[in-house]
Structures are given as structure tokens and as C-alpha cells.
């Protein structure tokens, strides 16, 4: 069933949330042991709020649109009495004490929060294996990593234990683990959705956004968690109407779809072929295919890893152990620590203008480089990542875990919209299509995926 046609059923009574809510419930006492996509559960809370809403659909009583949903959050954004330890030893009892912009949205429209989910430390990876709660596993390539860093959201999609999660995006995180999981995510335009109550990464590329099976769970939530927000002064109110009158899209006569060549070339040929297949259904729906040309490829990495470091430094520096747990350089895991010490070095040479004006130099580059290639086009369609996820455990180079990003990166560092959805295997393993657009064109994404996926 849709995660529209759910909704619908739970209004109708045909459905009430209570059974929703013990259904995926049961799935996650029987899967969770093993694939660890949640890291703390409530369910008395849960069933609180899922009788509260069935109580009202028999009283006639107004429901909101996420009504009876059981929903997963990402173990960064802040839920009130939940512990929100962005998987990091530094706030392992901090809990929550208030709800997050995004949270108290989702709480209006009647979602059902059943808990948390797992994640890197601090959203700084591509596999969820750096979490302090142990890694998650991909329940759709089971022993292989589900991406990351929002490894938990997106398996808790694959393994239908929830309905609709949110996980946050700074170069891929929600991206990344829906394309290894074969799921589907979306990372909104930067300023679309609020960050306030988010633990930050990298404050000017992070980004909140959905996990779900169809395009209706993704376009429910984003009809939630879009909006004007005065607590994050980067949000602003979106033009286009409701996303969920974009879904009807079944035609794509007046699209025209960029295919990147340089995305392709770096990309395992496998792949490439599973996105080739992609491509050709987006033409047979009738979108015109043209291909582009982006030199500043192989810009995009340093540049991101640049800018990370030094926002991931300065966000960090309130970690000091007086306020909030433990002193983070005490605790937290290599690769947390690795960007703090660069981060810093960085940003004691900052004067030099060595590192870092640089990278905001390649960040204008690109950005202006980027959206002329969307002058020409509605959407850009390629692969989200460029190789098959590796085995738990399996021990990675520094810059190898950094090259799964290659293709993600230009989005956050541009600020547009981006999604990825299922474009079939490679060895047993899904693989994501990745579209991206026009700042505040999410809701071409949104209807070309629809079409896709009514194929
Ligand atoms: N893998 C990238 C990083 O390590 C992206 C993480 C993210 O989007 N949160 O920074």
C-alpha cells in the first residue's frame, strides 16, 4: 500500500493508526537485533499518540496529514526526551529538550515518532559504521553498509519498519544510504527546510530531509517540513503549491534531462548501465535527453571536505565538556577527530588566506559553473554514488570512504535540490538514480520521479 493510500485508509477507519503502529512495530522487534536501524524506541509514546488520533477519526474530529504514520527520526535532530546523541560518545545522555522546527511540524499533522535513528558520528561519513551505538546493516545487500551518514533512516525504510524517516544531508547522507539501501530520499534546496534543532555537520550545507518507498511519503513530509521558519534565518516560504499535486505526473513531454558525462566516467560500468536504463525510460515518457559536459568535477571533493572541516570546527567548539557531556576530543571517534584537528589547523591559517578562501572561491566557481548547466535543462539525471557498497568492516582508505561522495557533494555546495531512487541492481545490490534541479525546482524532481516510478 502507498504511504498516501495509508493515510487515506486510516481516515476511513478501514485502517486504525494503533494497528499501523503494532504492525511496523512488530517488524521492528523482529528485525531491529540485527539490522540496528533504530537506536532508541518509545512505544508507549507512540501508542499515546496513535490512539489520541484514532480517538478523534471515530469522533469526527479533525486529523492532521501525517495522520496514524509511524515516523523515524535521525539520532541529530532534537526530539524532546529522546536521547540526541548524534551517535557520539560526547552526548550519550544528552537528552533532548526541546523539539526541532521540523519535529513540532510533524507533530501537528498526527505523525506517530516511534524513535531514533542510527547514523555516523556527528553525520561524518558515508557508511554508519563510525556510530557509537555499532553500524547498521543494509537490509536489502545484507553483511554490505547501508551508506550514510542517515544509514539508519534509510534501512528502516528498506526493512518497512516505519513508514516515512527523516535524516539530514550535508554531501549525501540522505542520498547515498537511499541509493545503497534502494529506497527513496530527497535533500530539499538549502533554506527549504529548517535546520533549527538539528545538531550541525557543516551549517551551510546541511540540509533536513525524507526517506520513504513511494513518492508520496516523500512528498507527504516535504508538505510538512517546507517552510518559511523565523528560528533559521536561512529559510524562506516556497512558491509552488502542494507537493503532492506533483506525484500525478505520468508524462514527461516537457522535460528536458541533462546526463553528465563526467558523472558517468567516474562511475563503475555496472552501474552506469543500470542509469543508462533509467535514462532511456526517462525518454520513452517523453523527456527530451541531452548530454553536458561539467569540468569541475574533480573540484567538488576538496572543496567539500575544505568548508566541512572548518564549520564542522567551529560548530564542535561547544563540545567542551561544560555544557553538554564530555569534552568531544576526549571521547569521539577518528574520523571526528581527524576534522577537528584540520578544521582547526585551517582556521589558524585562515589570515594566510591559504585554505579556506580558496574554497569559497571554488565553491562561487562551481556554483556559477553548475547552474549554467541547468540553464539548458529541467533535470540532471545520473548516478548517486559511484561504486556498490563495501562490506561491513572492511577497512577503507581516508580518501577512498571520501570518493562514495563525488557525485553528492555539488548539490549541498550549490544548494539545490537532489533526490535518489531505486534504479535496480548491480551484483544483488540496488543502485540510485540521482536527479537534481533548479534552486526551488523540488517539485520537478518530485514529478519526475512519480513518473519513474509508475513505470
Ligand atoms: N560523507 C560526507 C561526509 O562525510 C557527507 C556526510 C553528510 O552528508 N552528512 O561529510
Redesign the pocket.
Known sequence: MKVIEKVEAIKQQELTAQENLDQMYSVIEEKNDDINAFVELDYERAQKVAQDIDNRIKNNKETGKLAGLVIGIKCNINVEDFIVSAASPTLKEYYGSYNATVIKNIIKEDGVIVGLTNM?EF????STETSMYGPTNNPNALGHIPG???GGSAAAIAADMCDITLG???????R?PASHCGVMGFKPTYGMVSRQGLLD??MS??QIGPFANDTSGIALMLDVITGYDPYDPTTFERESGEFLDDIECESLDNTTVGVVKEFMDVTDEKIDSQINKSIDNLSSLGAEIKELTFEDINLGLPT??LI?YVEFFSATRKYDGRKYGERIEEVCGP?VARRIQIGSYISQKEFSGKYYKKALQARSLIRNDFNALLKDVDIIAGPTVPKLPHKIGEKLETMD??A??VL??LA?ITGIPASSMNAGRVNDIPVGLQLQAKPEEDHKILSTMSALEKL
Open positions: 555516523d553525520a561524518a561519513g558515508s550514510g551518514s542517515s539530514s544531508d550535508t554531501g549525501g547522507s540522505i547515498n555537520l557543516s550545507l546541511d567539500y571536505y566541512n574520523e570512504m571520501y562514495y561522495d553528492t557533494v549541498n
